[in-house]
């Protein structure tokens, strides 16, 4: 067990690459109650998410889940959240444990300002629970029934009170590179939903094989690939932003930064050309000259792929696929490529 943003989580319950390997070829199951849940209600809802997000919200129909910032004027992200449009008038924002307080607090304080909003902080009241895996979706069916509709990637669907489950929100999302499936639901119908997965087969995953997962798919993970210091178009999620809608906080510095060329450094993934040490976030990446160019944001040996991964901001110039560098891994600069993300993606 360890502490993580003041939750008591398991770091690992068998072992790191076990778990990874369970959820790369079976089923792991994930307790993601320290994720952060917050409710956005009113008639003023959607426009007060389209001036505090830079979501495509205008393209949002009712179980539609959509990737997105909230961001500070600076451009930059505060958090990388999810927003689940319920109806026009009321949404769910999945936010980051690490994040939570200071989310909450931000959102609190725009929608003060903005009027015919309520917010409501379900994050203590409900919990989370996730399947990842290619046998995900028949761990989910054993206990869910095939009567549950089939959801496509990034939409939810909610499912009634059957005596046995209270009313749930199930999304299909995930955090892996994996498919799967996503619970909400008050935090007392809880442990009978862990206890009926794992009898269907999902093994308990901890945080150590979350963070690989996540690695190995190039998901950035706030405070190594977001931070309040790097912009949503330096690490290449510029997709996710909808620079066309109405204003928006921290639309003025996007585009500042886009018509200035665009960010002079980039996110780049890259892998080490031998065998050596895992590249930890803070260390040096140089180019052929021994010059610094950059900093490793994440790195693991990858149990999939058998290679040391990472990723990192380099200057933009030094950024392109094939492009030869070295980290600096405590004195000794091992060469290493930039190659294209994610490393893994799943087979079907």
Known sequence: MTDFNGWHMPLYYSGMTEEHNITRTSTGLFDLGHMGRVMVRGVGARSFLDNLTPAQLSKAKPGDVQYSFLLAETGCPIDDITIYTMSHTEYMLVVNAGNHDRAVAWIEKQAAHFGAVEIEDRSYSWGMIAVQGPEAEKVFRTVVGDSFPALSYYTFAMREDDGRWPTCIISATGYT????????????????????????????????????????????LYGHELTDATTPLAAGLGKFLDLEKGDFIGRAALLAQKEAGGPARKLIGFELTQRGPIARQGFDVCNSDGMKVGSVTSGIFSPTLQKTIGMAYIDAASAAVGSSLTVDIRGRKLPCIVVKKPFYKRSA
């Open 177 to 220: 590179g994996e498919r799967g499936y996503e619970i909400y639901m008050p935090i007392s119908g809880m442990e009978a939903v862990w206890t009926s997965l794992f009898d269907a087969g999902a093994k308990p995953i901890g945080l150590g094989a979350r963070d690989s997962l996540r690695l190995e798919a190039a998901m950035p």
